[in-house]
């Protein structure tokens, strides 16, 4: 059996609730509920059970060795350009966080997983676009240029499983977490 992997930091609910008052005046925006806002760290795709059993040893590592950081959202965008697929909040700059990314990829590597492909761009997915039109999602990103929230303690990440549901959100599951210990 494989499993859909991948490891992520959850939104602290009082973020998550800023979060949840942006979305809506967007048509074609399929929103994200709250059990699915999170900043992924690195997808690991399926892998056969003794691969994610490697993941989450070596994610262990990469804890005990990471000191709790600050992170705080910043801004909003879209992916996709001239078609946008998703809109999403922005994390401020974070050398903290780059190199947890960082470390997260190479023991993908470690593992003997395919390097990522597309550069880290942190972000909380907020939702994804159906045909929504391109001067809508302008104007939506524009609003809330300077949307900020205070900054939140990141003090574990996690191992999440994903499952896909033909006519609702992709459910994730935890599968583990690794407290930063360094």
């Known amino acids: 059996m494989s499993l859909r992997l991948f490891a992520a930091i959850a939104i602290p609910d009082e973020t998550a609730a800023r979060l949840l008052v942006l979305q809506h005046d967007l048509p074609g925006a399929k929103w994200r509920p709250r059990e699915n806002l999170h900043l992924t ?3 690991f795709d399926a892998v056969a059970e003794p691969v994610a059993d490697e993941i989450d040893s070596e994610l262990a590592q990469i804890a005990d060795a990471t000191a709790p950081f600050d992170l705080h959202l910043k801004g909003v965008g879209a992916f996709g350009g001239a078609d946008p697929h998703a809109i999403y909040a922005g994390v401020a700059e974070s050398a903290a966080l780059k190199k947890l990314a960082a470390d997260c990829e190479r023991a993908a590597r ?3 997983l395919k390097a990522e492909s597309r550069k880290f761009t942190p ?7 159906n045909n929504a039109e391109l001067a809508r999602v302008h104007a939506f990103e524009s609003r809330l240029g300077l949307f900020q929230t ?3 303690s ?5 191992l999440y499983s994903s499952w896909t549901r033909k006519s609702a959100p992709s459910l994730y599951r ?4 690794y407290f930063l210990r360094g």
Not at 174 to 177: D, Q, R, S, V, Y
């Open 41 to 43: 760290l690195r997808f």
């Open 110 to 112: 470690r593992v003997g």
């Open 123 to 129: 972000h909380v997915t907020l939702a994804y676009l």
């Open 150 to 152: 205070p900054p939140f």
């Open 154 to 158: 990141v003090e574990r990440f996690a």
């Open 174 to 177: 935890l599968e583990a977490e």
